[in-house]
């Protein structure tokens, strides 16, 4: 399996990342030509996106989804965005890409609409060059309409990190407020990497705050990463903003979110990233719920 496959490798060290790493110092040439593979790769349709469940704790429901890209390499087979997003931010190929991202949630949203799921919520991932893009919220709005999903409901979120939200805080208010009144739900992807002021946290109109999958791992055997768990899931409250947990990979990391009152949890416990299609599938046969006793 590729995902199993790619997580192996990713465990196995950044050795594995054999073709980003060998572009990481690549000639202007070889850029180009990198550049030119995946331009093509957008044409060709050889994007998809994987979507992996987030579940309510409070209610043991899936909530929504985190769409994840993949690119289905003709040759290489599927890769992870490690291996890619790096060129297609270099190459600013990532301002397309993402604008094909979001049309496929979109459509995908939709499609889970028409179905017997209305209330799922897709997260998509937005980079710093798509972020400040000149009309952002104009341009989703744009691509939205023309999908033809109703996005008033809070159907759709997007994931900023807090490096990117932390520069140029005054252009960062004005997108996040003109996004939020759309509709558009704001999550802060990996909390507690980056440098949050605390003090603009509080100016800017965010949902959720989504703990980084670094302080989850340890936090059996590490007690400072607890601590940092639970002053996180303690700050998002008090600021009146939802808290997320990604990273959950065992029963052990679930009690410990449960047990400190984190809302929604996200990892391989419960499911790894699926092609929309195997999701759809689960959620049909009901076998994405979790069962409440960790
Ligand atoms: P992220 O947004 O923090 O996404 C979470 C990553 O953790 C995903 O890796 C996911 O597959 C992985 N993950 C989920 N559950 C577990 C778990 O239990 N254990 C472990 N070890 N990992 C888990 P993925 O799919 O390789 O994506 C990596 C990063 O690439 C994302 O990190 C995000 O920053 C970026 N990315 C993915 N899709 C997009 C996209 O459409 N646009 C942009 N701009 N960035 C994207
Ligand atoms: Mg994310
Ligand atoms: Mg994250
Ligand atoms: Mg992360």
Known sequence: NAETAMYHAKEQGRSNFQFYTEQMNASSLQRLLLEGVLRR???????????????????????????????????????APAQFIPILEETG??????????????????????????????????SALQFRQPGLSQIIATILDEVGLNYASGCLEVELTESLIMKDVEGTIATLKSLHEMGVQISIDDFGTGYSSLSYLKRFPID????????VRDLSTSPDDASIVTAIIALGHSLKLKVIA????????????????????????????????????????????YIKEA
């Open 208 to 215: 959720t705050l989504k703990i980084d999958q670094s302080f």
């Open 93 to 126: 190929l990532i301002v397309p890409v993402g604008e094909w991202v979001l049309r496929a949630a979109a459509t995908q949203i939709k499609q889970w609409q028409a179905m017997e799921f209305p209330r799922l919520r897709v997260a998509v991932n937005l």
């Open 246 to 289: 990604e990273g959950v990979e065992t029963k052990e990391q679930l009690a410990f979110l449960q047990a400190s009152k984190c809302d929604d949890v996200q990892g391989y416990l419960f499911s790894k990233p699926l092609p929309a299609a195997e999701i759809t599938r689960l959620l049909q046969e009901g076998k994405l719920l």
């Open 41 to 79: 790769a957008l044409e060709r349709n050889e994007f998809l996106l994987y979507y992996q469940p987030q579940i309510s704790l409070e209610s043991g429901k899936i909530i929504g989804m985190e769409a994840l890209l993949r690119w289905q390499h003709p040759e290489k087979g599927l890769m």
